[in-house]
Every structure is written in C-alpha cells, then in structure tokens.
C-alpha cells in the first residue's frame, strides 16, 4: 500500500530502473540512479541531525537536483519549503525565520544574490560547490551510503509547506501532509490517465501549486518528467521546439505561456501529435486564444484546471474542440471523492445561477496555514446537521455558480468584487468583456479613488494602436453604465508574478508611478 509520497519510488527503481525520471537541461536521471541519490541526500540529512518533522529549504532554479531534493527530504521525515530564488531578502528571511529552517539545499547562483550567511540558524548549505560555506557538495552527497533510511512516517506527517502571498503582505505557509499530496497524485493520475509511458513538461517552478503534477504524480506513475528551466519562457519558439524533440504528452502550465507560444512559439511548423493532454490553470484563458490553439491541435485534449494551492486541485472542464457554446471557460465539474458548496453570503445553498462563494471538502485539502492557528480556524467553513459538525469545508473566495446543466462557472474572487456607487462590480467580469474584443491581447482593470469617488481603471495591451473611443464604444452596451472603466491606460505588457499570473499590486503601484512622474 502506498501512503507516503516517495513510497513508488522505489517500486519504479526495481520494475523500471533505466526508466528516465527526470530530465531537464540537457541532463536526465534513471529512476535507479534517482532512488540512489535521494537515499543518499536523506543520509546525509539525518547525519546533520535532521529530526523527523524538521523544515528543510529548497532555493535552487529549476533543475534536477530540484526533483531530488523534494524527495531525499522525504525520505529523511523531513519538510520540504520551496523558496522562490528570487526571493526579496526580506521575504527570504521572513521564511526562514518563520519555519525555523536549518537546513537548506541551495546553489551558488543564489547565495551571490541572497546573504545566506547572515542567517546564522542555517546551519548546512548542500549543493554549494565553494569550500567556504558550511555544508555538502553533491559530490560529497554520492559518497554516503545508498540505502533508504528506515524511518516510521505516516501519511498524516507533514510533508511540505508552500507559501503563498498573504493578505497582510506576509506570506502564509499552506501545509500539505503525505495524504493530502499523495491524494493529488493519485486523482490526477486517475483523472487524466497518465502511466509510466507519459512525458510530463513541468513548467512551474516548485515555490508554485502547479509544479506538484511534475515532482509528485510523475514518479508517482512512474512517468519522465521534464523540468523546464527558467531560459526557455523567454523563448516560446524554444519551448515548442522542446514539446517536439522530448515528444512530451502532457503539458500544464498558466494561460500565459500557451498564449505566448501563440503568438511566438512557431506552433504551425512544429510536429506536436505527442500532446494528448493540455492542461492549464491559474486564471481564466480567453476563448479567442484557446480556440486558436485548439484548432492547432485538434489531436489533443484540453483540460481547466481549478483549484486554490490549499487543496490543490478540486475541479476540471475537459473538451477537444472550440469553445462555442459559453461566452466564458466553465471551471466544469468537481472531481470525485470531493464535496463542494455553493454559499450565499448568509450561509444559503444558492439555486442555479445564483452567484455565491465556493467552499471544498477533499483528501486533497491542507492540513492548515503554518504557525497560525487564527488564520486557518478562518479559512475553513464547519457544516452541520442537527447541529453535529459533519464536513469541515475550505472556502476558496471564489465567486461561482452553477447553470442549468450542473456546470460551475467562475465570476470572479470576493476580494475582487468591489462597490462602485452602491453597486457590486465583478472587476474579472469587465476583463471578460475587454479580452473578447479582437485588437486586446490582455487585459487588467483595479479600482483607483479619489476624495470624492472611486472609480475603475482599465488597463490594455495590444499589438495594434487602440483609440479609447473605440473602446468605449465596443463595451457600452455589454456593461451597466456603473461598471464601465473611467479611465484607460495602454501598455506594452502587463507586470506579472513568476508563477504567470497578472500582479494586480505591482500594476497598480507601477501605474501610480507612471501618473506621478507625467
């Protein structure tokens, strides 16, 4: 029985051992040389003095000792926290501090940018090749011993902490168990039938939800994953060359990247019959771009993926042809072994059509927010019947609701939804609007105010030069007079996180530069 999720690893070393697991960058391993070495890391970790439970940072770009990482921490007991690379110091230091880490598994690339040093509670840096740092290189890692530590864990152990941006500008620290990670490798693996003939593109990097489909449900099946480095999202020609020559089969990634290997990726020349599933995820995909690359690839099926890291998957829409019958993608259907509530603001079951916030009960759920207690008795909803608690809900603060065929459609998030003039404005909804017109290739709107008023900005990237009054025209008779931007701003590109999503705060803050230095 498999509960943990390093566990198959092993099993895919005696069944499949010349098996590649991972490759990235020119370099790949075999699931018998990357049994070995994550034995070996975990050795090394508990010579250290790793104790079961213990924090352990992974700050590397992406690479294949990313992968290996990830599971010698696991088979140490320990707790892999995925640090971005380009981390602030402060926020660094905010996670390391937080999470009291005092192992950390890093490159010298990124010491020179981040003063590990100064950080005297990070007792061990392994990956450093410099004899100056207090640690191990990978060369002294391959010289300890290969067998698996022996270790008593059980699926209700924590097994990794994912921080997300909080809402008082402190990252929260989403914690996930073996049995709520291994639940996710298990019901992807289930719901897009992937086996160890599969070639899955991980695009994400760790510190991002959607990266677990490569570290975890692909040695979980015993499929080659292939870790995109960093380089090739500057190159879309590059990153679709890399879909043909590795022949991958599965591709996940954000909106984002499909569209900019659309539009610069040379997809026409390119032979990618290998694709049988499309996934993407993280924020709506307007349908004029996903339908131009479906009729791309016609042999391929699609997938929307939703679901927030803090239970990482909980729905999906699965189609092969164009969108034609929704003005807008639908989040689809909740997948199985998972509950899901539609809720008013006063806690009603809402009727078919009626907007109301999403709540989920899954396997797949986190354990809770890390060192916040506060916080994570908030994020969840406690059902009851006869008043006896029965299902303890996560509320996603997604605003959805159902049509008449059982369809869940995504309106936008509560924290999103503003008031303008005493009326509720869904700020993704007029984005809908905006992306449908054909010159607009993206599209951001935040509310600005004023001593006297609030109102909302729009702000527009197209190819072509756009005149406001044609787009005032275009959009008047799709939104209520009180929805309508009062101001547009045009911009060659929009300011985006690393993880692809639209970075409303930066925008905002770089549009108030913008206003000040005019």
């Known amino acids: 029985m498999t509960y943990l999720l390093h566990q198959n690893i092993k099993h895919h070393a005696i069944t499949t051992p010349n098996h590649i697991a991972f490759k990235s960058g020119g370099r790949e391993i075999t699931y018998s040389s990357f049994h070995e070495i994550t034995n070996q890391l975990a050795q090394a970790f508990i010579h250290r003095g790793l104790q079961k439970g213990d924090r352990v940072g992974i700050c590397l770009n992406r690479n294949i000792e990313s992968a290996i990482a990830v599971h010698g921490i696991l088979k140490a007991g320990g707790v892999f926290v995925p640090i971005d690379p380009d981390s602030p110091q402060s926020r660094f230091i905010y996670m390391i501090d937080s999470c009291e880490i005092k192992h950390l598994v890093t490159e010298q690339a990124v010491t020179k940018k981040l003063d590990i040093s100064a950080r005297a509670d990070v007792l061990s840096l392994y990956g450093v090749d410099s004899a100056e740092m207090n640690g191990l290189s990978w060369e002294d890692v391959k010289s300890l011993p290969v067998e698996q530590p022996n270790l008593e864990l059980l699926g209700s152990d924590l097994a990794y902490i994912m921080f997300t941006s909080g809402t008082t500008g402190n990252p929260k620290g989403i914690m996930h168990?073996?049995?709520?990670?291994?639940?996710?490798?298990?019901?992807?693996?289930?719901?897009?039938?992937?086996?160890?003939?599969?070639?899955?593109?991980?695009?994400?990097?760790?510190?991002?939800?959607?990266?677990?489909?490569?570290?975890?449900?692909?040695?979980?099946?015993?499929?080659?994953?292939?870790?995109?480095?960093?380089?090739?999202?500057?190159?879309?020609?590059?990153?679709?060359?890399?879909?043909?020559?590795?022949?991958?089969?599965?591709?996940?990634?954000?909106?984002?990247?499909?569209?900019?290997?659309?539009?610069?990726?040379?997809?026409?020349?390119?032979?990618?019959?290998?694709?049988?599933?499309?996934?993407?995820?993280?924020?709506?995909?307007?349908?004029?771009?996903?339908?131009?690359?479906?009729?791309?690839?016609?042999?391929?099926?699609?997938?929307?993926?939703?679901?927030?890291?803090?239970?990482?998957?909980?729905?999906?829409?699965?189609?092969?042809?164009?969108?034609?019958?929704?003005d807008s993608l639908p989040l689809g259907f909740i997948w199985e072994n998972t509950n899901a509530l539609v809720l008013t603001n006063d806690n009603q079951q809402v009727r078919p059509k009626e907007i109301g916030e999403l709540l989920i009960h899954s396997p797949t759920m986190m354990q809770g927010y890390w060192n916040d207690a506060e916080l994570t008795e908030g994020a969840y909803y406690h059902s009851k019947h006869d008043s006896v608690i029965e299902k303890k809900y996560y509320k996603t603060g997604d605003l959805v609701y159902y049509d008449e065929n059982g369809l869940l459609f995504?309106?936008?998030?509560?924290?999103?939804?503003?008031?303008?003039?005493?009326?509720?404005?869904?700020?993704?909804?007029?984005?809908?609007?905006?992306?449908?017109?054909?010159?607009?290739?993206?599209?951001?709107?935040?509310?600005?105010?004023?001593?006297?008023?609030?109102?909302?900005?729009?702000?527009?990237?197209?190819?072509?030069?756009?005149?406001?009054?044609?787009?005032?025209?275009?959009?008047?008779?799709?939104?209520?007079?009180?929805?309508?931007?009062?101001?547009?701003?045009?911009?060659?590109?929009?300011?985006?996180?690393?993880?692809?999503?639209?970075?409303?705060?930066?925008?905002?803050?770089?549009?108030?530069?913008?206003?000040?230095?005019?």
């Open 177 to 326: 168990t073996h049995y709520s990670g291994l639940s996710y490798a298990k019901m992807s693996a289930d719901q897009y039938e992937l086996n160890n003939n599969d070639v899955i593109a991980n695009h994400s990097p760790l510190h991002f939800d959607m990266s677990t489909l490569g570290y975890l449900t692909a040695p979980y099946v015993g499929a080659t994953c292939i870790i995109i480095p960093k380089l090739y999202s500057a190159m879309p020609a590059s990153m679709s060359q890399l879909i043909e020559t590795e022949q991958i089969s599965i591709w996940y990634s954000v909106p984002l990247m499909l569209q900019q290997m659309l539009e610069r990726g040379a997809l026409e020349q390119r032979n990618l019959d290998s694709l049988r599933w499309i996934l993407f995820g993280g924020e709506p995909f307007p349908l004029k771009h996903l339908n131009r690359i479906i009729n791309l690839m016609p042999h391929a099926q699609f997938s929307n993926v939703y679901g927030p890291a803090e239970v990482n998957q909980c729905s999906y829409f699965n189609f092969s042809k164009p969108i034609v019958d929704h």
């Open 410 to 518: 995504f309106v936008g998030r509560k924290d999103r939804q503003v008031k303008i003039r005493g009326h509720r404005v869904e700020l993704n909804s007029i984005e809908e609007v905006l992306l449908a017109m054909p010159q607009v290739n993206s599209a951001a709107t935040f509310v600005a105010e004023t001593e006297a008023e609030k109102f909302i900005v729009a702000v527009l990237c197209s190819k072509k030069k756009l005149e406001i009054e044609n787009v005032k025209q275009s959009i008047n008779n799709q939104l209520p007079k009180y929805a309508l931007p009062q101001e547009f701003i045009f911009l060659d590109e929009l300011p985006r996180t690393n993880a692809g999503k639209i970075d409303y705060k930066l925008l905002k803050a770089q549009v108030k530069d913008d206003a000040r230095s005019n």
